[in-house]
Structure formats: structure tokens, C-alpha cells
């Protein structure tokens, strides 16, 4: 088969299950407002949750990055993509998480695809929640070691794993998010953390969407005291921190591993200086004056609840910034996504294979910067879709 033809018949595939995705093109930058052909909406489907992306001081440091270290790192970090600056991101991330040593990583792709593979292989068994993230799905099948998915934050199922198959592996990784990107829930990470000691494995906690957001913006492991609990937490710049790249943060000798290791970390050419001075610029702020973005963030995140309850859906305070408003069918969720916009709100219909079938939705994430009357219109428009009963 030629593979143009291949190609078409993939495309095909898609069209007929109804699921053709496509980029939108947005004018100008996306703040809490999003200019989109030609009409301003506001935008809950960001996640530069604390408007960091676009405050002037980040904005500032990426340049001066850029002017003193060049636009690019010019190669790997093990070659000559280590200037002045990266390790003391590293030991601020590290302290801020509080372990012992970070890593900087491109993205947060590249994280989960080095670490996994880094700390696990052939004869070891990863433990990996239902509704993890595609790259730490991704990581954990490139470590070719055996991936057990437990059920999304079900403790019962992720112990009678552990008993079940825990002793016929040599090392054994239990993943899972701190919340759920698409769903925006929190597992009991405290009670993981206590599995992971009782059957001897390793707790990865994905911090994304957490850093910046819980706990007074130190994410869930350092914001409940599981720092020592956890033997490594990936954190991303992408979402809060509002550049981008990642890093994970664990102790000095999984540095080590990484950097000796890690084939993202080893292949692939350093994050440009303008990135981590952004990021080092975003965790200055955050560690030191952070706290009226993060609560505001909360107020927030917390309003577009009760407007979504007051509108007639089942939605609970999130523990993040992202609420999910599930609609069962593809077309409701598509529908729904263009009567937002007809209302003057931008939210993204989230369908398979993103999410299980059954389970189309609406995710919406709150952002520092939305004024009152910014979340007053989603409530507004949510209203308009509120339709058959069932939903969550
Ligand atoms: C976004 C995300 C990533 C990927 O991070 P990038 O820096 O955007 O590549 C990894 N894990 C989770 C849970 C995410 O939400």
C-alpha cells in the first residue's frame, strides 16, 4: 500500500467515527480573553493557571536569558548545554518540592518517557492509575518493563496489585498524577505513599497540574508533608510556571541515573535559555510572593463550581483549577462547546481516545486572572446547555 493512500485511510477512520480533530487559530496572545475568528471569548481552557505566561517579570527574565545565553543551548546537556543558571534551577526546584536534586527535562513528555524507562526495565512492574497521562503511558511501555493499570485512584485495586504481583518483580514504580489532568480529582496520596512503604515500591507523583495550584502553590507532596514519602515528583513549567520544559526532583543518586540514563535527558539538545529563565523567574514569584495569585486562583476555581451547581450540574469544588462537566456522547460535548462560544466562552469538548468512551466532557480550568464577571458569563453560558438530566 502506498502510504499517502495509508494515510487516507487513516484519515478516513477518524472522519467516520466523527472524531477529525483540528487546530484552532487564535489572534494574538491567550489570556483570561482569547480573540478567536474574529470574536473575544473567555478563555477556560488554558492552563497557565496563574497568568505567569504573560507577566511582564517572566517576560523580562526569558529576554535577558536570551541576550546574555543566546536564543538556544546549542546541544545536550552532557555536551556543552549546561551554562550558568541551569543547576541553580535545579537546586531551587529540588528545595522547592523539597528533595534533594532535580533534573531539568525539555517537557514534561520527555520527563515521563526518561524516567520511567531510567528507573525501570525488563523483569520490574510499574503500577500505573487508569487515567494517567499519555506520557506517562508512553514511558512506562518504552521501559519495557510489566505495566499493571490499577483502577483510576482506587486503593483496593492498586494493594490487591501490589499482593498480587509485587513479589514476582525485582523493582516495582507505583505512578499517578496529583491531579488528574482531564478529570481534575486528587487520589489519597498519603494512603499510595503507605502502600508503596508496606509492599516496597517506588511512589512517581506527576505534579503538572498541581504545582502552582495546591497547596498554597507547593503542589500535593511537598503541601502535605509526602516529599519524604516519595522517592520522585515530576513537575512541568508548561502549566503554572507558565513557559516551559520539566523537571524531576528525587534524590542525588536519581540525578545521577538521569543524567547517565535518561535518553530524552541524553539526546536530546538542553531547554533554551529563555525557558529556564522564565522558569526560574515564575518559581522566584511563586516561592516568594505567590500567594495572592494562588488564592485568587482557588476563589476562582471554586466560583466556576458553584456557577456550574447553580446551573444544574453535579460538580464538586475541585482540588485543582480544572473542572470536568462529563456529557456522555461525543456530539453532546461538541455541542455544548459551540453553544459556549455562541455565549462568549471558550472551553474545549475533551472526547476519545483523550478520554474513555462514554465519558465526552467539557473541561474547564480556572486561571488567577479571571475577573467575577469572567466566571459569572460561564455560569451564564452553562446554563444554555444544561439539557437531559444525568450529568455530572
Ligand atoms: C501536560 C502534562 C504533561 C506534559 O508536559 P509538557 O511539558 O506539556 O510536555 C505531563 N504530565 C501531565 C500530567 C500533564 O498534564
Same mark, same amino acid.
Not at 62 to 85: K, Y
Not at 95 to 120: E, I, M, Q, R
Not at 130 to 151: E, P, T
Not at 264 to 274: G, N
Given at each position: 500500500?502506498?502510504?499517502?493512500?495509508?494515510?487516507?485511510?487513516?484519515?478516513?477512520?477518524?472522519?467516520? @467515527?466523527?472524531?477529525?480533530?483540528?487546530?484552532?487559530?487564535?489572534?494574538?496572545?491567550?489570556?483570561?480573553?482569547?480573540?478567536?475568528?474574529?470574536?473575544?471569548?473567555?478563555?477556560?481552557?488554558?492552563?497557565?493557571?496563574?497568568?505567569?505566561?504573560?507577566?511582564?517579570?517572566?517576560?523580562?527574565?526569558?529576554?535577558?536569558?536570551?541576550?546574555?545565553?543566546?536564543?538556544?543551548?546549542?546541544?545536550?546537556?552532557?555536551?556543552?548545554?549546561?551554562?550558568?543558571?541551569?543547576?541553580?534551577?535545579?537546586?531551587?526546584?529540588?528545595?522547592?518540592?523539597?528533595?534533594?536534586?532535580?533534573?531539568?527535562?525539555?517537557?514534561?513528555?520527555?520527563?515521563?518517557?526518561?524516567?520511567?524507562?531510567?528507573?525501570?526495565?525488563?523483569?520490574?512492574?510499574?503500577?500505573?492509575d487508569?487515567?494517567?497521562?499519555?506520557?506517562?503511558?508512553?514511558? @512506562?511501555?518504552?521501559?519495557?518493563?510489566?505495566?499493571?493499570?490499577?483502577?483510576h485512584a482506587d486503593l483496593?485495586?492498586?494493594?490487591?496489585?501490589?499482593?498480587?504481583?509485587? @513479589?514476582?518483580?525485582?523493582?516495582?514504580?507505583?505512578?499517578?498524577?496529583?491531579?488528574?489532568?482531564?478529570?481534575?480529582d486528587?487520589p489519597d496520596?498519603?494512603?499510595?505513599?503507605?502502600?508503596?512503604?508496606?509492599?516496597?515500591?517506588?511512589?512517581?507523583?506527576?505534579?503538572?497540574?498541581?504545582?502552582?495550584?495546591?497547596?498554597?502553590?507547593?503542589?500535593?507532596?511537598?503541601?502535605?508533608?509526602?516529599?519524604?514519602?516519595?522517592?520522585?515528583?515530576?513537575?512541568?513549567?508548561?502549566?503554572?510556571?507558565?513557559?516551559?520544559?520539566?523537571?524531576?526532583?528525587?534524590?542525588?543518586?536519581?540525578?545521577?541515573?538521569?543524567?547517565?540514563?535518561?535518553?530524552?535527558?541524553?539526546?536530546?539538545?538542553?531547554?533554551?535559555?529563555?525557558?529556564?529563565?522564565?522558569?526560574? #523567574?515564575?518559581?522566584?514569584?511563586?516561592?516568594? #510572593?505567590?500567594?495572592?495569585?494562588?488564592?485568587?486562583?482557588?476563589?476562582?476555581?471554586?466560583?466556576?463550581?458553584?456557577?456550574?451547581?447553580?446551573?444544574?450540574?453535579?460538580?464538586?469544588?475541585?482540588?485543582?483549577?480544572?473542572?470536568?462537566?462529563?456529557?456522555?456522547?461525543?456530539?453532546?460535548?461538541?455541542?455544548?462547546?459551540?453553544?459556549?462560544?455562541?455565549?462568549?466562552?471558550?472551553?474545549?469538548?475533551?472526547?476519545?481516545?483523550?478520554?474513555?468512551?462514554?465519558?465526552?466532557?467539557?473541561?474547564?480550568?480556572?486561571?488567577?486572572?479571571?475577573?467575577?464577571?469572567?466566571?459569572?458569563?460561564?455560569?451564564?453560558?452553562?446554563?444554555?446547555?444544561?439539557?437531559?438530566?444525568?450529568?455530572?
Open positions: 500500500m502506498r502510504i499517502d493512500d495509508r494515510i487516507d485511510d487513516i484519515l478516513r477512520a477518524i472522519d467516520a @467515527a466523527g472524531r477529525r480533530r483540528s487546530l484552532l487559530p487564535i489572534e494574538g496572545a491567550a489570556g483570561p480573553w482569547i480573540r478567536v475568528a474574529g470574536r473575544d471569548l473567555v478563555n477556560f481552557c488554558g492552563n497557565d493557571y496563574l497568568g505567569l505566561a504573560h507577566d511582564q517579570r517572566v517576560i523580562d527574565a526569558a529576554a535577558r536569558a536570551a541576550e546574555i545565553h543566546g536564543a538556544g543551548a546549542g546541544a545536550s546537556r552532557l555536551v556543552t548545554g549546561n551554562p550558568a543558571g541551569y543547576e541553580e534551577l535545579e537546586s531551587a526546584l529540588a528545595g522547592f518540592v523539597g528533595k534533594d536534586a532535580a533534573l531539568l527535562f525539555g517537557s514534561g513528555w520527555h520527563a515521563n518517557t526518561g524516567l520511567l524507562p531510567a528507573l525501570a526495565g525488563a523483569g520490574d512492574v510499574i503500577f500505573s487508569d487515567l494517567n497521562h499519555a506520557s506517562i503511558i508512553d514511558g @512506562a511501555r518504552l521501559s519495557r518493563a510489566k505495566c499493571i493499570v490499577y483502577r483496593d485495586d492498586l494493594e490487591n496489585k501490589l499482593k498480587d504481583e509485587r @513479589a514476582r518483580a525485582r523493582s516495582a514504580i507505583v505512578v499517578t498524577e496529583s491531579i488528574f489532568s482531564m478529570d481534575g486528587a496520596l498519603a494512603a499510595i505513599a503507605g502502600l508503596c512503604g508496606r509492599h516496597d515500591a517506588a511512589l512517581v507523583v506527576d505534579e503538572a497540574h498541581a504545582l502552582g495550584v495546591t497547596n498554597d502553590g507547593r503542589g500535593r507532596v511537598a503541601g502535605l508533608g509526602l516529599s519524604g514519602a516519595v522517592f520522585a515528583v515530576v513537575g512541568t513549567f508548561g502549566k503554572a510556571l507558565g513557559s516551559f520544559g520539566a523537571f524531576v526532583a528525587g534524590n542525588a543518586r536519581l540525578r545521577e541515573l538521569l543524567i547517565n540514563t535518561a535518553r530524552p535527558a541524553i539526546f536530546s539538545t538542553a531547554l533554551p535559555p529563555p525557558a529556564v529563565g522564565a522558569a526560574r #523567574e515564575a518559581l522566584r514569584i511563586l516561592a516568594d #510572593e505567590g500567594e495572592p495569585l494562588v488564592s485568587r486562583l482557588r476563589e476562582n476555581s471554586v466560583a466556576m463550581a458553584r456557577w456550574a451547581r447553580a446551573a444544574g450540574f453535579e460538580t464538586p469544588d475541585p482540588p485543582g483549577a480544572i473542572m470536568s462537566i462529563v456529557l456522555v456522547e461525543e456530539a453532546r460535548a461538541v455541542a455544548a462547546e459551540s453553544a459556549l462560544a455562541d455565549a462568549g466562552v471558550l472551553a474545549r469538548s475533551i472526547r476519545p481516545p483523550t478520554v474513555p468512551p462514554g465519558t465526552s466532557r467539557l473541561r474547564l480550568t480556572a486561571c488567577a486572572a479571571h475577573a467575577d464577571g469572567d466566571i459569572s458569563r460561564l455560569g451564564r453560558a452553562l446554563r444554555t446547555i444544561k439539557g437531559a438530566p444525568n450529568e455530572t
